[in-house]
């Protein structure tokens, strides 16, 4: 917009290249787009079937791409002119420029030959003189300096598989999209992680440049033949209990699509619900990010865990959100649109995706203490209101039992950022079962004194009855 464009659209490259590969296809196929450009990598699956393209996943690497690989052989050029001529040239700003063209020069010719000549007159100079480059750099050490670069591919290609649901016998044909997919090693590696060659049927310097016109002609009307269905980047949700992240989208989800989950309150009595949106993949609301948030009022006070509150996510075909809360007693809703993303650059949407892979185990762990405590929060609610409605019913000593498991557990959910979850579930489990037991005697007890009354009252009617037929007969 800056630049006077109207932006119809945003696409991610593999998919646009899928669009340019598919626009005249007719068989229903998998497939694979491999994108390693000057600065990212972007690997995407995709299903085409009659014309409409199913975004199935994506993954990637937001900082891998043919700038690192110039940058390795700028690296290994600095070195061998060390050796050679024993000057460091690193601080040299305008021969480490000269360097970095003959690097780009260098790698592009090793692509289409065995070996290449670095030429570089005048690179430095010294009290003796003049400083030349001139060395032969071949295809095989390039690929030895960069092969731990072209492993790094490989990882992301395998998530992708894994997140799309298919494996590698399923991939129909694979694109190659970017300047450095032109690398016979970068070829390879495709090969070996999908176990097919390389599709050559699209231009990979200009397959996204035609994919993006192609949903271009989609969008103004002009192409009717094609539809494209796009996924959301990461999972959406709101917090709940604890701080807890509750997914109702999950990533790699088809757009457009819609979601509705029931909530509860967490308080007796709570005539208000706080919806916080987030955007992520890590187990804890906080270590999201927070899209927008919105109150849900006028709820009648009621026991919590009694309203219904369905909350509903509508993402329409453009990644805008729509999230709403209704109260299903009362019929009050309120809303809130979010914009596409939320603003998430694709580097920030790496980045959180690594960053859930990381803290997984972490995460993991803070999750479940949360929803063991929470749980053991319900049954302490639950067990102190049964107590007051059965207090006639209950001894004494039994009650004073029952309180000393309580004080165990509430000691344990002091400590819950450290306490084991499976600690806490066994002490809630205890006091679960013997509150049970203790309230099915007091139910016991309240049944027989029930009968008890029941009999008198009807022996009471009984002995009733036979004087008045007594007094009729002395009548």
């Given at each position: 917009q800056i630049a006077g464009l109207n932006v119809l659209r945003v696409i991610n490259e593999p998919t646009a290249a899928a669009l340019a590969y598919g626009m005249d296809?007719?068989?229903?196929?998998?497939?694979?787009?491999?994108?390693?450009?000057?600065?990212?990598?972007?690997?995407?699956?995709?299903e085409i079937q009659k014309g409409v393209f199913e975004v199935k996943s994506t993954n990637g690497d937001t900082l891998l791409g043919g700038e690192d690989f110039d940058n390795v052989i700028?690296?290994?050029?600095?070195?061998?002119?060390?050796?050679?001529?024993?000057?460091?040239?690193?601080?040299?700003?305008?021969?480490?420029?000269?360097?970095?063209?003959?690097?780009?020069?260098?790698?592009?010719e090793l692509s289409g030959s065995l070996q290449t000549d670095i030429n570089l007159p005048y690179l430095t100079m010294d009290s003796a003189g003049p400083k030349h480059m001139n060395l032969k750099m071949t295809r095989s050490k390039l690929e030895s300096l960069v092969g731990d670069l072209i492993k790094r591919t490989v990882g992301p290609c395998q998530r992708a598989l894994q997140d799309a649901e298919v494996s590698r016998t399923d991939i129909g044909e694979v694109l190659l999209v970017g300047g450095m997919t032109r690398m016979p090693k970068v070829q390879q590696t495709v090969q070996d992680i999908f176990g097919r060659a390389p599709s050559r049927s699209v231009n990979p310097d200009e397959?996204?440049?035609?994919?993006?016109?192609?949903?271009?002609?989609?969008?103004?009307g002009d192409v009717t033949d094609i539809l494209l269905l796009d996924v959301t980047p990461l999972s959406l949700g709101i917090e709940t209990l604890g701080g807890v992240f509750t997914k109702l989208i999950t990533r790699n989800t088809t757009?457009?699509?819609?979601?509705?989950?029931?909530?509860?309150?967490?308080?007796?009595?709570?005539?208000?619900?706080?919806?916080?949106?987030?955007?992520?993949?890590?187990?804890?609301?906080?270590?999201?990010?927070?899209?927008?948030?919105?109150?849900?009022?006028?709820?009648?006070?009621?026991?919590?865990?009694?309203?219904?509150?369905?909350?509903?996510?509508?993402?329409?075909?453009?990644?805008?959100?729509?999230?709403?809360?209704?109260?299903?007693?009362?019929?009050?809703?309120q809303q809130i649109v979010i914009q596409s993303?939320?603003?998430?650059?694709?580097d920030e949407i790496e980045n959180m995706v690594k960053a859930a892979?990381?803290?997984?185990?972490?995460?993991?762990?803070?999750?479940?203490?949360v929803e063991a405590a929470n749980q053991a929060e319900g049954v302490l609610h639950d067990t102190e209101t049964k107590m007051d409605e059965y207090k006639a019913q209950l001894p004494q000593d039994e009650c004073?039992?029952?309180?000393?498991?309580?004080?165990?557990?509430?000691?344990?959910?002091?400590?819950?950022?450290?306490?084991?979850?499976?600690?806490?579930?066994?002490?809630?489990?205890?006091?679960?079962?013997?509150?049970?037991k203790l309230f099915e005697q007091a139910y016991k007890k309240m049944a027989a004194e029930r009968e008890g009354q029941n009999q008198t009252q009807s022996e009471s009617q009984t002995q009733g009855e036979s004087e008045e037929k007594k007094e009729e007969k002395k009548n």
């Open positions: 296809k007719t068989d229903d196929k998998i497939i694979a787009v491999y994108d390693l450009g000057g600065g990212t990598f972007d690997i995407s699956v995709l700028v690296n290994f050029l600095v070195d061998e002119f060390k050796r050679d001529q024993g000057l460091d040239i690193r601080k040299d700003a305008m021969a480490m420029q000269r360097l970095k063209e003959a690097a780009e020069k260098a790698k592009i397959a996204v440049a035609v994919g993006a016109a192609v949903q271009g002609g989609v969008l103004a757009i457009p699509t819609k979601k509705s989950q029931v909530f509860s309150t967490a308080a007796d009595g709570q005539t208000q619900v706080e919806i916080k949106v987030h955007q992520g993949e890590r187990e804890m609301a906080t270590d999201n990010k927070l899209l927008g948030q919105f109150s849900l009022i006028g709820i009648p006070p009621a026991p919590r865990g009694v309203p219904q509150i369905e909350v509903t996510f509508d993402i329409d075909a453009n990644g805008i959100v729509h999230v709403s809360a209704r109260d299903k007693g009362t019929g009050k809703e993303s939320g603003g998430l650059s694709k892979e990381q803290f997984a185990a972490a995460d993991k762990g803070r999750r479940e203490r004073d039992k029952l309180r000393g498991e309580m004080v165990k557990l509430r000691e344990l959910l002091a400590q819950k950022d450290t306490a084991d979850p499976e600690a806490i579930r066994t002490a809630t489990g205890q006091l679960q079962q013997a509150s049970l």
